[in-house]
């Protein structure tokens, strides 16, 4: 069995993968592992935030250790890696088959992007995107989560998600987190 990589992108086989050597390029370090893997399109019949996006972006908890040594340094390289993934594979246009009435027209988060990570209990975590965000708030989108991460599996037990996640009477088996644009923070969707 494959180790899990520190980063991994899985991604729909018809999207070109040199779309992805930009985001490589910026994040190498030869200290992290990457892995980057082609799927074939599928058919799914779940509900659309969990459907898989064309791109997922895979970070694994080497957050915590990294950082501890590295510093901030990495976090950036990161960062100005999935903003180059903005303009690419927005341009991009993707079709997925569903069961009707499982995905919208209007699509309120991105079916292209997202982030998965874990939970230190190995619940997925996935960061959902905004369909119409502009790159600024893409940007501040991105930021928030990875701040998120870098706080979550840098930090104790007393940080914003660990906190979030205590406060849910029964943690998802994927924990969906989307970007509040009016309070300027990440945000755990809560089932109803």
Known sequence: MTPTPD???SYDKRIPKSIFDDFEFSIYNDRLSFHKEPREPDVFAC???LIPTA???FIGPYFGGFFGEMGKEHYHKLKKGI????????KENFVYIA???????DHQYSIVF???SKTKKGNTIKFLFDSNASP???EEIVESFLSLLSDYHSSGDDDYLTNELRGLDKVPHTVLIRYNKEE???EIIKSK
Do not use: C, F
Request: hydrophobic share 40%; charged share 25%.
């Open 55 to 57: 791109v997922i972006l």
């Open 184 to 186: 300027k923070k990440p």
């Open 7 to 9: 980063i991994g992108i």
């Open 114 to 116: 997202s982030i998965l």
């Open 47 to 49: 509900a659309e935030w």
């Open 136 to 138: 600024d708030t893409y």
């Open 83 to 90: 903003l180059s993934l903005r303009e690419k594979l927005w």
């Open 99 to 105: 069961t009707p009435g499982k995905i919208s027209g």
